[in-house]
């Protein structure tokens, strides 16, 4: 049953787009959004309207306070005219996590499923497909009250928005290593998807960008010593035909695509280790040709290769090989959320379909 209302411009949206070519990663945006508010301790109903700009207070908390967290999660239309969603009830776990890390109201199950089948579903016929094409959806939830009291918000708005999107990464990466910055500390907000973590990262990440880098991979926040991950993907090293990855260390995001290749190659019958990787080690390991290929996942990038390894002090570190496991993952990864094949963990959901009228 639809709960939420459909703003009469949508249809007319919808009407007047069409896919682009050239889709890139988020520049192309849906010209419809799903937006639902929060108030008096209670839900509101949803709204299905035209994209557009959405007002709020400026002395709002999600301002100021960085009171606000979000999902990334993909919508696939490869051999079936209607799209299917790839775990999203993990998203919508991880999306309460992370609400309740910042103290902020939880979005039930129904109605995060009811945004993002409402956006996916009137996107249906713009859902681009092959190579790894997808629908990226975005949910949002963030704190609309205005005040300068460290306390949370009590009104709260939850947004879907929504890109037709090619893979994060055009190519294999070059990662630059973040010696002085921290991207996140156990015991703040680095396991849940909140928007300060981003903040945190921009300065590296422009930096690393400006120094010919495509993105800054980030080490503990106390010694400095361990891998975490990537800011929007986690690390996976092959180490004597093994997959290596940082274990979930209460500061790293616990990324779905990591979780989803963690089982999916044991499944078939690979050894994975998830345990504290030591950034000086990995770089010897690579040195040595003992580790023969790094790579990165996420939802945005699927599985991504890395190129190179660049260290603060100008070294390069190379991996023998470039895109051959990783590229194996990717493909059977993409084959289950393509549904090209089988999906033996039930890891694919339809997008629920609109009521008729
Ligand atoms: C995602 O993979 O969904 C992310 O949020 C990463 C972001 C850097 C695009």
Same mark, same amino acid.
């Given at each position: 049953?639809?709960?939420?209302?459909?703003?009469?411009?949508?249809?007319?949206?919808?009407?007047?787009?069409?896919?682009?070519?050239?889709?890139?990663?988020?520049?192309?945006?849906?010209?419809?959004?799903?937006?639902?508010?929060?108030?008096?301790?209670?839900?509101?109903?949803?709204?299905?309207?035209?994209?557009?700009?959405?007002?709020?207070?400026?002395?709002?908390?999600?301002?100021?306070?960085?009171?606000?967290?979000?999902?990334?999660?993909?919508?696939?239309?490869?051999?079936?005219?209607?799209? $299917?969603?790839?775990?999203?009830?993990? $998203?919508?776990?991880?999306?309460?996590?992370?609400? +309740?890390?910042?103290?902020?109201?939880?979005?039930?199950?129904?109605?995060?499923?009811?945004?993002?089948?409402?956006?996916?579903?009137?996107?249906?016929?713009?859902?681009?497909?092959?190579?790894?094409?997808?629908?990226?959806?975005?949910?949002?939830?963030?704190?609309? +009250?205005?005040?300068?009291?460290?306390?949370?918000?009590?009104?709260?708005?939850?947004?879907?928005?929504? $890109?037709?999107?090619?893979?994060?990464?055009?190519?294999?990466?070059?990662?630059?290593?973040?010696?002085?910055?921290?991207?996140?500390?156990?015991?703040?907000?680095?396991?849940?998807?909140?928007?300060?973590?981003?903040?945190?990262?921009?300065?590296?990440?422009?930096?690393?960008?400006?120094?010919?880098?495509?993105?800054?991979?980030?080490?503990?926040?106390?010694?400095?010593?361990?891998?975490?991950?990537?800011?929007?993907? $986690?690390?996976?090293?092959v180490?004597?035909?093994?997959?290596?990855?940082?274990?979930?260390?209460?500061?790293?995001?616990?990324?779905?695509?990591?979780?989803?290749?963690?089982?999916?190659? /044991?499944?078939?019958?690979?050894?994975?280790?998830?345990?504290?990787?030591?950034?000086?080690?990995?770089?010897?390991?690579?040195?040595?040709?003992?580790?023969t290929e790094?790579?990165?996942?996420?939802?945005?990038?699927?599985?991504?290769p890395?190129?190179?390894?660049?260290?603060?002090?100008? /070294?390069?570190?190379?991996p023998a090989q470039v895109d051959v496991v990783a590229?194996?993952?990717?493909?059977?990864?993409?084959?289950?959320?393509? /549904?090209?094949?089988?999906?033996?963990?039930?890891?694919?959901?339809?997008?629920?379909?609109?009521?008729?009228?």
């Amino acid at each position: 049953m639809t709960h939420y209302t459909t703003a009469p411009g949508v249809a007319a949206a919808l009407a007047g787009f069409t896919l682009p070519e050239k889709l890139g990663f988020g520049l192309v945006l849906a010209p419809v959004m799903y937006s639902v508010e929060y108030a008096d301790g209670r839900w509101g109903r949803g709204a299905l309207l035209p994209y557009g700009p959405i007002e709020i207070a400026p002395g709002a908390r999600a301002l100021h306070y960085g009171e606000l967290v979000f999902e990334g999660m993909k919508a696939y239309r490869a051999g079936t005219p209607w799209p $299917n969603l790839f775990r999203p009830l993990d $998203n919508c776990r991880r999306f309460a996590l992370s609400a +309740e890390r910042l103290a902020m109201p939880a979005v039930p199950e129904a109605l995060f499923l009811e945004g993002v089948d409402a956006v996916a579903g009137a996107m249906a016929d713009f859902v681009p497909t092959g190579g790894g094409k997808s629908l990226y959806l975005r949910p949002f939830l963030y704190g609309t +009250e205005a005040g300068y009291l460290l306390r949370n918000s009590t009104t709260f708005r939850f947004m879907v928005i929504a $890109n037709p999107v090619e893979s994060y990464a055009s190519g294999p990466m070059k990662v630059a290593i973040e010696r002085f910055d921290v991207r996140a500390a156990v015991g703040g907000v680095g396991v849940a998807k909140a928007s300060a973590n981003y903040a945190a990262s921009l300065r590296a990440s422009s930096a690393s960008i400006a120094r010919g880098y495509t993105v800054a991979l980030w080490l503990d926040a106390a010694e400095h010593r361990y891998i975490q991950e990537l800011s929007g993907m $986690n690390v996976f090293a092959v180490i004597g035909g093994e997959l290596h990855t940082p274990s979930l260390d209460g500061a790293i995001l616990p990324g779905i695509t990591r979780d989803s290749l963690i089982a999916l190659a /044991r499944h078939l019958g690979h050894t994975v280790i998830e345990r504290p990787m030591l950034i000086d080690e990995l770089l010897e390991q690579i040195r040595s040709g003992a580790c023969t290929e790094v790579f990165a996942c996420g939802t945005a990038a699927i599985v991504a290769p890395i190129g190179v390894l660049g260290d603060t002090d100008g /070294r390069e570190y190379v991996p023998a090989q470039v895109d051959v496991v990783a590229k194996q993952w990717r493909e059977a990864l993409l084959a289950i959320q393509e /549904r090209r094949v089988p999906d033996p963990f039930g890891w694919t959901r339809d997008v629920a379909r609109p009521a008729a009228g």
